[in-house]
């Protein structure tokens, strides 16, 4: 074979790989990379869309959002429903993993709360959200339920008074998120030898220092992978705060998303509204840079 061939016979091998990427690449970057180009080019521009020749605005839009109230309102509560999801989504699904992972509790059993349990993972964010506004309105369920029990004298509006409302909605996020980390710790828990409980016997240990020694640590790859996923997917959430409360009442279930959207789809400020969203996509891309180096750490 002649050193031309061979040359060239290298350049196929080394061109082939992206030939089979390319339309997967043509897809990304159309549906992907070419809105977020968009969109951080209106953030920049006044009166983007609406006019055929918008001016260079610079970082005004930018400085509208910082200085309005409503903003920081919004990533105040986005962060609040973000951190306490997170939380309760790791604290259940652990508690209902190690449930069904347990040799204590009849096979049978198990496999009727396994289903039970991964129940929410089956409703969509529209369901979940029409369900949840019925049980807790006034004359729902929950009311009925916590009156008779004596745990309230009144019938509470739960997603319709600013001091319940975003507890109301971030309680219904909880409900809906559990599963994934549930499914993904079980998951972990039955890969974890039985070798190391049977040493921890043994030695005599009681079954929370197997937990907090054994069980935590061999999981606490899976607990910062899933949760750091769940940080980044729950911050974008926006089908069931906008069904529950759109926001309301006066702002207080107001986060990134809901706020972006009524910037533009409500004042019609698709600049500002791209200035938001740019804000939402550097606090996502910084999530994503630590999840990918904590990847390739491990």
């Not at 929950?142 to 029990?149: E, G, I, P």
């Not at 004042?267 to 990847?295: D, K, P």
């Amino acid at each position: 074979m002649t050193r031309q061939k061979r040359s060239h016979h290298r350049l196929k091998r080394a061109v082939a790989p992206y030939l089979y990427l390319s339309p997967s690449l043509l897809i990304i970057g159309l549906l992907m990379l070419l809105p977020m180009v968009t969109v951080i080019a209106y953030s920049f521009q006044n009166s983007a869309v609406l006019r055929r020749d918008p001016s260079f605005a610079g970082l005004k839009h930018y400085q509208a959002i910082f200085v309005d109230p409503v903003f920081w309102a919004s990533l105040w509560h986005t962060l609040y429903f973000t951190c306490m999801s997170v939380v309760f989504h790791m604290t259940i699904g652990m508690v209902f993993a190690l449930m069904l992972n347990s040799d204590r509790i009849n096979p049978t059993l198990r496999n009727i709360l396994r289903v039970l349990y991964i129940l929410p993972w089956l409703f969509t964010a529209v369901i979940i959200a029409v369900i949840w506004r019925l049980l807790l309105e006034p004359n729902g369920v929950v009311n009925s339920v916590l009156m008779q029990m004596g745990i309230i004298g009144s019938k509470v509006e739960w997603f319709s008074s600013p001091e319940t409302a975003l507890h109301a909605v971030t309680f219904a996020n909880i409900w809906a998120g559990y599963p994934l980390f549930m499914v993904s710790l079980l998951a972990g828990l039955q890969g974890i030898p039985k070798d190391f409980y049977e040493a921890a016997d043994i030695d005599g240990a009681k079954a929370y220092q197997k937990l907090i020694f054994i069980t935590i640590p061999q999981l606490m790859p899976i607990i910062i992978s899933i949760s750091l996923l769940d940080f980044i997917w729950t911050m974008q959430v926006f089908p069931l705060i906008w069904i529950t409360t759109g926001g309301g009442p006066i702002y207080s279930t107001e986060v990134l998303s809901t706020y972006t959207y009524k910037l533009a789809f409500s004042s019609y400020n698709l600049s500002q509204a791209s200035a938001s969203a740019v804000v939402i996509l550097l606090i996502s891309l910084g999530l994503t840079l630590f999840y990918i180096r904590y990847q390739k750490a491990r």
